[in-house]
């Protein structure tokens, strides 16, 4: 697990923060803390037709389960992606970092070109009390040979 303070406020892209009920593209972080439990949504292109779509929920308890779909439209590339919930305190500050989840397609001629996967993760007690917003980071996997 990445810890949560290894990542800045730049590093998580601003445009991705929402409070409990994303609205449009941006939502500011609440100015307290939420109340439990929330969930979220996004999609992203992550590439030339390729996607993802994370949704999750976190109760409580400090159960975190997230669903993430990765496809593509290409005939013949697919592509690995990352994604990771980052959860935030009411200042957009990152106090959790989820573990980083990858997943794989391959091109519409060539195999599987979609693929949902579900996955879990807990969240500490004391992070709960201090959640005031998350992100959700999906991005295409860069690979170095």
Do not use: C
Not at 10 to 25: G, R, V
Not at 74 to 91: A, N, Q, Y
Not at 107 to 121: L, M, N, S
Request: hydrophobic residues 30%.
């Amino acid at each position: 697990i990445m810890p949560a303070n290894a990542l800045s406020k730049s590093e998580i892209n601003h445009a991705s923060l929402h409070s409990p009920t994303p609205q449009k593209s941006i939502t500011k972080a609440l100015n307290s803390n939420i109340s439990l439990p929330i969930g979220g949504q996004r999609q992203n292109t992550v590439g030339r037709k390729s996607y993802m779509k994370t949704s999750f929920s976190l109760n409580s308890s400090g159960n975190l389960t997230a669903t993430t779909r990765t496809w593509t439209n290409r005939k013949f590339w697919g592509f690995r992606g990352e994604v990771r919930i980052v959860l935030t305190d009411s200042s957009k500050n990152p106090i959790w970092s989820s573990p980083l989840q990858r997943n794989g397609v391959d091109g519409t001629k060539i195999g599987r070109r979609d693929r949902t996967e579900i996955w879990k993760a807990t969240v500490p007690q004391n992070i709960l009390d201090r959640v005031g917003g998350y992100t959700i980071v999906q991005q295409r996997t860069v690979t170095v040979i």
